[in-house]
């Protein structure tokens, strides 16, 4: 294992900025796949004056906020000793994982579409659990995310996310299989949900997925990124740029707010978004939040609630990767009947997974909102009052890593994999 001196960390923090404004200004229209040469020249011209914080940073648009705390909060610093650790590295992009276990988390590979299992004690690293799905692995699809079911001590139920081929092109795909008492395998796989329709592309998957507490799931969905597959972000019929809701069979929940409606899917919960790869709920409000990830600039917290829409791509507080104006370029959501993001990133954030610190073990986190952030190569820290954003910190910015996702342990300490191959896990010090 590799201890990580935290005031080192700070100190590179300058550098990965400026390597973000460059990853992020280069046009690349692959946005979440655009910096894997970002990290090129590193450590040089550390500038001691610079300020990194969101508040700081030039804006890549014009757009206005529709209210104050809606972007660049104020910059926040934690001031607990933390010990960052890498737990376990050499491994390929790591996009999901869970807890399953105390200190033992199931881990998706993507592109190899294995499902390790990792100990956060002794860094051990499993060999594949077999019975995995056949997944499409091209561009930004593979094994995705990974959860278990609410009864999984009885059940041994894992559920998975996947780029799944059928006919027409590739779909966000849902499976489940049990994990065998011995964690070699998963048995009797079945895929339970696919967000259709297809489309021939590689891009924009979404694929996060959580339990409520009525043992239901959220799937998020992407949009497929290409104009003008993405319109249907929009459309009721179909399965893209979407929150959806249904139970551990794939069966729409009889709640869901389109039920009613002859025209519309009735797994959809909510709509017009972009590219979603994070969800939690608030441990205190339990309102459902997602982040999505925006074009250039524009990356979107919102709180979910069912029938609303989010607004992609008809309005955003982003531009297109070209440097175009979206749409008719209109970035207020709410004058235009769509429902305003709680907060969003300009310059981009490059937001993948999240997770609420719902843990005690270091108390000024509690109730923050942790964010892992690609081409950016830093975890966002959110600070919530009341559903406003009222600070935000970087945490983890020299270290180079596009962060997939966050979860914190039982224990309390935050986790992050990388796309990199790495394990991280931070934690109070001593
Ligand atoms: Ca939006």
């Known amino acids: 294992m590799t201890k990580v001196s935290w005031s080192r960390l700070m100190f590179f923090t300058m550098v990965m900025f400026v390597l973000t404004l460059a990853a992020c200004g280069n046009g690349d229209t692959s946005d979440e796949e655009s910096t894997d040469n970002s990290d090129a020249d590193t450590e040089e011209s550390v500038d001691e004056g610079a300020d990194e914080s969101a ?3 030039p804006k890549v648009t014009e757009f206005e906020p529709a209210f104050p705390e809606q972007t660049r909060a104020p910059a926040v610093e934690t001031e607990a000793e933390l010990d960052v650790e890498v737990v376990a590295e050499g491994l390929g992009v ?20 294995e499902l390790l299992i ?19 692995s091209e561009g930004q699809g593979g094994l995705l995310d990974v959860t278990i079911a609410p009864d999984f001590d009885e059940s041994r139920l ?55 507490d ?11 990124s290409d104009d003008p597959i993405r319109e249907r972000a929009q459309d009721l019929d179909a399965y893209l740029g979407k929150v959806i809701h249904i ?71 982003g531009i297109e990767y070209s440097g175009e ?58 600070v919530i009052e009341d559903d406003l954003i009222v600070g935000e910190e970087r945490l983890l910015t020299d270290e180079g890593e596009r962060f997939r996702d966050i979860l914190v342990t039982e224990d309390g300490a935050l986790i992050a994999i990388t796309d990199g191959g790495k394990i991280y896990k931070i934690a109070a010090a001593g």
């Open 118 to 136: 990792v100990d956060l004690e002794d860094g051990s690293v499993s060999d594949p659990i077999e019975g995995t799905p056949e997944v499409n």
């Open 325 to 382: 104006l979206i749409n008719d370029g209109i970035s207020e959501h709410e004058a235009q009947g769509f429902v305003e993001p709680r907060y969003y990133w300009d310059p981009t954030s490059a937001p993948s997974g999240m997770s609420f610190y719902d843990s005690d073990a270091i108390p000024e986190w509690e109730n923050n909102l942790f964010i892992g952030g690609l081409a950016s190569s830093y975890i966002a820290r959110v």
């Open 55 to 57: 508040e700081s940073e």
């Open 247 to 317: 139970t551990q069979d794939g069966e729409a929940v009889d709640t869901n707010p389109f039920i009613e409606d002859e025209d519309a899917l009735d797994g959809i919960y909510s709509y017009g978004h972009r590219n979603i790869q994070g969800v939690d709920f608030h441990p205190e409000t339990g309102d459902l939040w997602i982040v999505e990830f925006g074009p250039q600039a524009g990356d979107e917290l919102n709180i979910i609630e069912p029938g609303n829409n989010y607004g992609w791509p008809i309005v955003s507080y």
């Open 158 to 212: 894992v559920f998975m996310t996947f780029a799944q081929d059928i006919e027409g092109g590739t779909v966000t795909a849902v499976g489940k299989g049990v994990l065998s008492d011995d964690e070699a395998s998963l048995e009797d796989f079945e895929v339970i949900f696919q967000a259709e329709p297809a489309y021939e592309g590689n891009l924009h998957y979404g694929g996060r997925i959580i339990f409520d």
């Open 94 to 113: 790591s996009w999901g994982m869970e807890e399953f276990d105390t200190n033992r988390l199931l881990v998706t590979q993507r592109d190899s579409a």
């Open 214 to 224: 009525e043992d239901n799931l959220f799937l998020t969905t992407g949009e497929r």
